[in-house]
């Protein structure tokens, strides 16, 4: 058996940077579907493609005993009144659980159960850890003026479902009214 070598990264708290890494990014091309207002999306669009989210990769084995973490830094903005958000997941492995550390900014997290009937949202600020358990979907929302950092660490074979996600959408949004940060049911949602 070959031992693989332990090794640092370095996460720049301000920025989000996380190196050694591999980074992805995400516009608003990517997730355009995912927002209410189809129309004000397709005005953004017409005037630019906003980058909304990166995430950077610590890399390691996709192999069981190995821990995967990177960081996701969502910046801020909305399209009409809907904050900027991660795209969202469950985990192949349904069995498998994350922590998310808040590093920088102001979020919610919003966690479903597989079938959506039960749905959670936490706030999400410096020094906040966020335990999201087996079987639940998350997505994490920017709901402040700055970008939302924060470290990830799961499993490294838990893998990554966001088929699921592309079918149903979240049961809950996150939305600006009257200056307030408001959770609202999705009617866009397709139970699964």
């Known amino acids: 058996?070959?031992?693989?070598?332990?090794?640092?990264?370095?996460?720049?708290?301000?920025?989000?940077?996380?190196?050694?890494?591999?980074?992805?990014?995400?516009?608003?091309?990517?997730?355009?579907?995912?927002?209410?207002?189809?129309?004000?999306?397709?005005?953004?669009?017409?005037?630019?493609?906003?980058?909304?989210?990166?995430?950077?990769?610590?890399?390691?084995?996709e192999e069981p005993g190995h821990l995967a973490h990177c960081t996701t830094i969502i910046y801020p903005g909305k399209v009409g009144n809907e904050f900027f958000f991660t795209k969202g997941h469950l985990h192949e492995k349904l069995e498998t659980a994350e922590i998310y550390f808040t590093l920088k900014g102001q979020g919610r997290l919003i966690m479903a159960s597989p079938d959506g009937e039960e749905c959670e949202v936490l706030e999400m600020f410096p020094g906040s850890a966020s335990y999201i358990p087996p079987s639940w979907s998350h997505r994490s929302v920017n709901v402040g003026g700055e970008p939302l950092i924060f470290y990830c660490i799961f499993f490294a074979d838990a893998g990554h479902d966001y088929a699921t996600i592309d079918k149903t959408g979240f049961p809950k949004v996150v939305l600006e009214r009257n200056g307030e940060v408001v959770v609202e049911n999705n009617p866009n949602w397709k139970k699964a």
């Not at 070598?5 to 990517?30: A, C, Q």
Request: hydrophobic share 45%; proline share 7%; aromatic share 14%.
């Open 1 to 61: 058996m070959k031992l693989f070598r332990p090794f640092n990264v370095v996460v720049d708290f301000e920025t989000g940077n996380l190196t050694p890494g591999k980074k992805i990014t995400r516009y608003l091309s990517d997730i355009q579907h995912f927002f209410l207002d189809k129309e004000k999306v397709k005005a953004v669009l017409a005037k630019e493609n906003p980058l909304v989210y990166e995430v950077i990769y610590a890399e390691v084995p």
